[in-house]
């Protein structure tokens, strides 16, 4: 049981592509955000613009923005979280897509767990769900193992046992890449993954360059998508 006199932690979702929030953030982020005033952020400028856009009629000064990063330590998170425990709701926002998911708002999820802090998460978008979805791949089975490693040797590394996973589990992987290393990783993929391997490539997702497409190594060499500086989620299947 949570302690009564605790605030409750809201798990925002903000959009992953810019001019989607009629199409992917629901009625009820706008109604949450209408009753809170303070907010950990991983990016407060874009945190702030985003709040902006849903035009709830909250004006942004009034609002409060403390930084929750990678680098936010445990002894920060407690100073973090002293408006909770005086009883106040606060909201945690990513800097794209779902807090929690391949981000720092889950430190911030745990330590309220540990201090019977009650948590709501809120529905959004989540660019690597709406890529399985979108893969046909096995959704029964599936593992997100966010970046692979930047050194090509390692990455290959990465690739192979990526691949020889999905054939043992049968099971969908799932990871991404920094957009201007996209083309690096995407070519690794062709070339080091058996012909008959499934990959798929979603690009842009929600965005206006949406582009999801699931086909064979031997088929995508053949049409290789240009994929620089854009938001990819790469999906592997045997």
Known sequence: MHKTNT???????????????????????????LHLDYFLVE?????????????????????????????????????????????????????????????PGAMAVSYAHQHSVPVKPLVGPSSFLLALMGSGFSGQSFTFHGY??????QRI???KKLEKQARQLNQTQIFMETPYRNNHLFNDLVQHCQAETMICVAKDVTGPQEFIRSMR??????????????????????
């Open 7 to 33: 605030g409750t932690v809201y798990l925002i979702p903000t959009v992953i592509a810019e001019d989607s929030i009629e199409d992917t953030i629901p009625n009820a982020i706008k109604a949450s955000i």
């Open 43 to 103: 990016n407060v400028r874009t945190a702030r613009r985003f709040i902006s856009s849903l035009n709830t009629g909250r004006q942004i000064d009034e609002l409060s923005f403390e930084i929750l990063d990678k680098r936010t330590s445990s002894e920060q998170m407690t100073t973090l979280f002293q408006p909770v425990f005086s009883g106040k709701d606060i909201g945690i926002l990513s800097e794209a897509g779902c807090p929690g998911i391949a981000d």
């Open 148 to 153: 692979l490693p930047i050194d090509k040797a």
């Open 157 to 159: 590394q990465a690739i």
């Open 217 to 238: 190594v031997r088929d995508w060499k053949a049409n290789k998508p240009e994929l620089h500086k854009v938001p990819v989620v790469f999906l592997l299947y045997v």
